[in-house]
């Protein structure tokens, strides 16, 4: 699969994190050295930690059992 292709699916999938992360490890000639698992793995952390992190930002909903009524 092509480069940009990939990245734009990622995007449309919503994956903006994977998306940057590839572009980054591109970018790092260490990366290179990585085998694929090692890239998967690096690309899917950086995934799993941005939507920690957004989840961590949002207020906590309060379920609706536990707001008084009016």
Do not use: C, Y
Not at 25 to 36: G, H, K, N, T, V
């Amino acid at each position: 699969m092509l480069k940009q292709p990939m990245i734009e699916k990622l995007l449309a999938m919503r994956l903006h994190s994977m998306a940057e992360s590839l572009k980054t490890q591109e970018q790092d000639p260490a990366a290179r050295e990585l085998s694929f698992l090692e890239h998967l793995g690096l690309v899917v952390d950086q995934q799993w930690n941005w939507r920690e992190n957004q989840a961590l930002g949002r207020p906590r909903r309060t379920p609706a059992s536990a707001q008084m009524p009016a």
